[in-house]
Structure formats: structure tokens, C-alpha cells
């Protein structure tokens, strides 16, 4: 029991002890645990779209942009195209870059014209014909509009330049106007572009281009133009393309944070890049298409996806790659939504390529042809701790092109798979219990192909998994729950400061006190969770409650001291003893012993021992001896009566042994009898 104003924990132990007295001497008696590739474009051969070139002259000396669908010619000086012109340029647009690129001032005297500004880095532009001057005036590298502006011609420009919009309107009226410059580095920003035509606001065909998008909406028939460069886009990003691609170049970055919104109308790719995307963690892409999502046409070209995409095609696919060796990678934390309908293709196709989805990343693709949704021809990584869904309502999930493809798998929670042909609304057709691994070899796209070479920790998937037969397979936090794991508690003892255990992965955890809430938390992907707590007493009772998608799973313990504890034997034994002819002074018979053990991490709580006499040694006639027991303290015997005494104290562990610490002592006027007696023991546990 625990004392209250001392608050020491307290044990009382009573023992009889005894003592048989005869007159002759006898024995004593001794008891007891991730179209084409432009192919290194050089500067003077560049990809052609739709009859459009972007070419330097040198009959003219001129350069053009020619169309050959509305037979119209642009032409500009041939300084802009010279080589030796283009290398200062570019050293020009490098030193203004670093001058002006920002767009956060603007020039203060709306007076400057473009004649007096040959020494100035920026100009403001109310009206067209500034706007095209300062395109067209090499030493102005930053340009920021006062007015919305209406552009009345084509023509292309060979600098770095800035475009700062502050919330304006350019009307391009379908004019285009291009960058005729390698390596060239733009920028526009804060700005809405319409009518833009298939050559949009700054198009080119230039090897090394870069345009920087910051905060632009376009509308018109394609919003970028960049058949060997790299758009990068931030901020707030939405286009509408009605005639050709939302974007067409070499690569695409969206940019952390960025929120990008693609509709594309005309039944072309939306988006058409060699090299690739790249989308970074916490940025948004939404797109929705008409014709097919995402196309990427260059070999080993990369989709790197570390912020959340959803890509939707009206009839087509939604993501293809029909390059050789091309990768697709989700990385951690990243979501993927990808959904084909109207045609019969897969959703997802990387031709000889690689699709790897990492821990925490969210994979749900759908598609309603007779192909496989998803089609690789190198491998497919679903690793561990990765969420994924891959449904088709006609054809099966996985499939392999143009040739076989390993497919690895892991979940935690299981698998569940539903045959072809079932609707996702009803329960799985065949659902194979977590932690579970996989692999296994597909040689096909269609529902006929051959599931080869099972490995899997679950028997029951290894001998019946047919990937042929599954139309959807659902893994990580997309497995439809019936159970969740059942929830352990490691041992509690009054110096726990943590609670842990194992529990359904990813579920909700709480520690409970007579349904009183004491530490919350989650459980990791591993199925392991670890809270901190206030240490309790011994005798606690703490639940355990982990919960997720309305399942629980509860457990309980029981707190256990840990600390100073004491073993006293039942019963002490002097054995038979003769009656002395002088006072004499016995030990206890056996080798008994009194031990204090102390099993606390710290074992720096202080105890003490303290007895006293609660019955005298009394025998069958009555007779009694008085205060005969005696306790050897240190160097001190103390005798034992009725009132409590402190026979020892200290710290950690300790063992009296009872032939060297406790006496009898018996005097020739004793009487012959058998004596008992009882002693209480009092073991005092201070707090540390």
C-alpha cells in the first residue's frame, strides 16, 4: 500500500519463526524481443511543325519566319542573325539579366523612349509599336507594360529579354513573334496572353532556348512553342490550346509551388516534350485533353513527378512514351491520376521503359480498353509503402510492351484484385492478407498474356495470381479494409515515460486512463508507433485504441513496478536447541537470507527494513520468552520487541544472510517446549 504523507511504498510481511527447546543435545535440524528526337539539332538544321520554318537567309541577309499555310513572311536585319552578333548578344542579355530580370520595379518616367534608352536595361511600353522597339533593341533587356496591347504583325527578336505584364493584357491577334537566338534566356511574367496563334509569344526553334512563365494565362490555339528548349513555369499557370499542343519542346519544368492548369480542345497532344517533364514537390498540374495527355518522344526521356498531376484524355491515353528506355518516377509524398476513356489503348505506356512509384507516393490510373491500363517493357516498381490502383472496366491492370516486363510489388496491407469485368463497387474477388511482397514477368498488353516466374512472402498470391485474370488491383491505402491489424503494448513499468507497440500501419493511436485521454499520435508505415506519457503508478491500467477507415483495434496493460523489492523467507528455524548452562547466543538453523533486489533502470531509490515482534516465542504451555530475538546492524545487535525498528537501509541490491544477522538468545532458566513466535517486516521505498 502506499503511505500518503510520506508517499513511500510500504510491505508488511509477518512470518512465524520457532524455536524448540529440549534438554539433550541432538542434530540440528537444516530446513528450506522512371515523334521523334531532335538529335542534337545543330545551328543550322532545327525540327519543322506543320510547314512553319524559323531559318537564317543568307541570300537576303534576312531573317524569316515563313508560313506556308497562310503564305506570310516576317523579315528582319541580318545583324540579328549574325553569329558574331549573336555571341555579344548573348553576353549583353547575360550582364542586363543579372541587372533587371526581376519584374518588382518598374521605370518611374513614362517619358523614356526607346531611341534614348540605347544605355538603359528596361523600359515601360503603353502602345504596340514601343513594345516591338524595345523586342527589337538589343540593350533592352527588361520590358514592362502600362497598357494591354495588341499586336499587329509578326516578326522575331535576337536577345535575353524580360516581359513584366503587371496584370496586363497582350492580344497577339494569331501574330507570332519568335526568338531567333541559341541559348537565349526570356522571361514574362504577371500577364494574359490571347489569340495566341500555333507560333505563340516567344516560339522557337533555337537550340538551348529557355523561357521562364511566371503567373501567365493564355488562351488561343497553342500556348508554348519550343521545339529545343525548356519552358520552366511558376506561380499561377492556365492555357487553353484550341488548334495544337498546350506545350511543345524539349523539356518542361513546373517549379515548387507552381499551380498549372492545361485544357487542351483540338485533339493533339497537350503536352509534346523530348526530354521530358520534371514536376517538384508541392507543385500542382491538372490537365485535361482531348486527344493524348502527355507524349514524350525522345529515348531514355524522364517523368519526374514529386508533386501531385492529374492528366485526363477524352480519347486517348493519358501518359505515353513510345521512345525506347524512357522512366517514369514518383517520388515520395507524390500523386499520380491518370484516366483514359473513349479508346481502347492503355491509360499509361512507357515503350521499353520503367515505371517506379516510391514509398508514400499515390498512384490511381483507370482506363476502359482491352488493353492494359498500365504497360511497361523494361519494369514496373511498386515499392513499399507506395499506394496504388490500377483499374480497366474491359481489358486487365498490367500489361508489357514491346517486350517482357518484371513487375515488383509491396504492400503492407495487403492486396485485393477484382476479375476483368467487375465494377469497383462491389467487394474484391480475391483479397491476399499484408505485409505482403511480390514479383512476377509479364509478356503481353491484352488479357491473354502469360503471369511467369511468382515469387511472393503470401502462398496464397504466389499459386493464384494471374495478371491476366485482374482487371484491378488495389494496394497501400487503397485496399479495402475488413480488419485491421491487431494492436501489441510493450511492457509498462512505473519509469515508463513512452508507450509503444505495433499497430495497423498509418492507423490513428491513443492512450487511454479510465477512458481518459493521455497521448495521441500515428502509427508508421511499418505498422510500429511509440508516444510519450507521464510515468504512472504500478496497478495502472492504460488502453491502447488504433483506428482507421472506421475499424478499431484496441489492447490493454497493466503497469508493473520496477524498483527495490524484498524476498523474506516464511518461516525462520533455530531448530532444536539444549537448554544452556550459560546465556548463550544461537543462529538460525539453515542458510536462509533476506534479499533486496532492485530491477529499476536508475537504482537510485533509497530503501529501508524495519521488523518488529507481533507475537513473542510462546510455547504449548504458554510460557514465553521475552525480547530474545536480535538483528545485527552493522556493528550493532538490536533486540527485537513490539515497537518498529530500522534494522537496515541503502540502496540497490542486498542481501542479509540470516546465519550472520539474526540471533536467539537463550539463558538456563528457559523452559523445555516448542516456541513460536511472529515477526512483521516493513520494507520502505522512498521515491528517487
Not at 512470518?15 to 530446513?31: A, G, H, K, N
Not at 520552366?232 to 518542361?252: D, M, Y
Request: hydrophobic share 30%.
Amino acid at each position: 500500500m502506499w503511505h500518503l504523507l510520506k508517499k513511500e511504498f510500504l510491505l508488511g510481511i509477518s512470518i512465524v519463526f520457532m524455536l524448540t527447546l529440549i534438554c539433550v543435545m541432538e542434530p540440528i535440524i537444516v530446513c528450506s524481443e522512371d515523334i521523334q528526337p531532335d538529335s542534337s539539332i545543330s545551328d543550322s538544321s532545327f525540327p519543322t511543325k506543320k510547314g512553319k520554318e524559323q531559318v537564317v537567309n543568307s541570300d537576303n541577309n534576312q531573317n524569316e519566319i515563313s508560313d506556308s499555310n497562310n503564305n506570310k513572311t516576317i523579315s528582319g536585319s541580318k545583324e540579328e542573325t549574325d553569329p558574331t552578333s549573336e555571341s555579344i548578344n548573348k553576353v549583353e542579355g547575360k550582364q542586363n539579366s543579372e541587372k533587371s530580370d526581376s519584374c518588382e520595379s518598374m521605370p518611374s518616367d513614362n517619358s523614356e523612349s526607346i531611341k534614348d534608352s540605347k544605355e538603359n536595361s528596361s523600359v515601360k511600353v503603353s502602345n504596340y509599336k514601343e513594345f516591338k522597339d524595345a523586342l527589337l533593341n538589343k540593350s533592352i533587356r527588361t520590358i514592362y507594360l502600362d497598357k494591354d496591347i495588341k499586336i499587329l504583325e509578326s516578326f522575331n527578336f535576337s536577345s535575353n529579354k524580360v516581359i513584366c505584364g503587371n496584370g496586363h493584357i497582350i492580344d497577339m491577334n494569331f501574330q507570332s513573334i519568335g526568338i531567333a537566338l541559341k541559348n537565349a534566356n526570356c522571361k514574362i511574367s504577371d500577364i494574359k496572353l490571347t489569340n495566341q496563334p500555333i507560333y505563340p509569344l516567344f516560339w522557337s526553334e533555337y537550340p538551348g532556348v529557355t523561357v521562364d512563365y511566371t503567373n501567365v494565362s493564355s488562351t488561343g490555339y497553342q500556348f508554348i512553342y519550343l521545339s529545343a528548349g525548356t519552358a520552366n513555369l511558376e506561380g499561377e499557370i492556365e492555357a487553353t490550346a484550341t488548334a495544337e499542343e498546350v506545350f511543345q519542346g524539349k523539356h518542361i519544368n513546373i517549379n515548387k509551388q507552381a499551380n498549372v492548369y492545361f485544357n487542351d480542345t483540338s485533339g493533339a497532344n497537350a503536352i509534346y516534350t523530348g526530354d521530358g517533364i520534371n514536376i517538384e514537390e508541392g507543385s500542382n498540374l491538372i490537365m485535361n485533353a482531348t486527344g493524348l495527355g502527355l507524349y514524350m518522344y525522345k529515348p531514355n526521356g524522364a517523368i519526374n513527378i514529386a508533386g501531385n498531376v492529374q492528366i485526363s484524355s477524352q480519347t486517348n491515353s493519358a501518359i505515353r512514351s513510345d521512345a525506347t528506355g524512357g522512366e517514369m518516377n514518383l517520388q515520395e509524398g507524390a500523386t499520380l491520376k491518370a484516366y483514359s476513356k473513349g479508346t481502347d489503348e492503355e491509360a499509361i505506356l512507357l515503350c521499353n521503359g520503367s515505371i517506379v512509384v516510391k514509398k508514400q507516393a499515390n498512384l490511381e490510373v483507370t482506363s476502359e480498353g482491352y488493353q492494359s491500363t498500365v504497360q511497361t517493357g523494361n519494369k514496373l516498381e511498386l515499392l513499399k509503402g507506395s499506394n496504388f490502383l490500377i483499374s480497366n472496366r474491359k481489358g486487365n491492370a498490367l500489361g508489357a510492351w514491346t517486350q517482357k516486363t518484371s513487375v515488383s510489388l509491396s504492400s503492407s496491407k495487403g492486396i485485393d484484385t477484382w476479375k476483368v469485368g467487375s465494377s469497383l463497387s462491389e467487394d474484391p474477388d480475391k483479397t491476399y492478407k499484408g505485409p505482403l511482397t511480390a514479383s512476377f514477368i509479364l509478356d503481353t498488353y491484352v488479357p491473354a498474356q502469360h503471369t511467369t516466374n511468382v515469387i511472393s512472402n503470401n502462398i496464397d498470391f504466389q499459386k493464384s495470381f494471374d495478371s491476366g485474370d485482374v482487371g484491378t488491383i488495389a494496394g497501400g491505402d487503397y485496399v479495402k479494409r475488413k480488419e485491421i491489424a491487431p494492436t501489441t503494448i510493450e511492457e509498462l513499468t512505473n519509469e515508463s515515460t513512452e508507450v509503444k507497440g505495433t499497430a495497423e500501419p498509418n492507423a490513428h493511436i491513443e492512450a487511454k486512463i479510465n477512458n481518459r485521454l493521455i497521448t495521441s499520435g500515428k502509427v508508421d508505415g511499418n505498422g510500429i508507433y511509440q508516444l510519450s506519457i507521464p510515468r504512472q503508478k504500478a496497478g495502472t491500467v492504460i488502453d491502447v485504441v488504433a483506428s482507421i477507415d472506421g475499424l478499431y483495434s484496441e489492447n490493454s496493460t497493466v503497469v508493473k513496478y520496477v524498483g527495490p523489492s524484498i524476498s523474506i523467507p516464511n518461516a525462520i528455524n533455530f531448530g532444536k536447541q539444549e537448554i544452556p548452562s550459560i546465556d548463550k547466543l544461537i543462529t538460525a538453523s539453515d542458510s536462509q537470507s533476506i534479499d533486496i533486489t532492485d530491477n529499476s533502470l536508475l537504482k537510485d531509490s533509497t530503501w529501508k527494513l524495519s521488523v518488529k515482534e507481533d507475537q513473542r516465542l510462546i510455547n504449548e504451555k504458554k510460557e514465553q520468552l521475552f525480547n530474545r530475538i536480535l538483528f545485527n546492524k552493522g556493528n550493532k545487535k538490536i533486540t527485537i520487541n513490539a515497537q518498529d525498528q530500522i534494522v537496515a537501509e541503502g540502496k540497490g541490491n542486498k542481501e542479509f544472510s540470516l546465519d550472520k544477522h539474526m540471533y536467539l538468545s537463550l539463558h538456563p532458566s528457559d523452559k523445555i517446549g516448542m516456541y513460536e513466535g511472529e515477526l512483521t517486516w516493513t520494507f520502505i521505498v522512498a521515491p528517487s
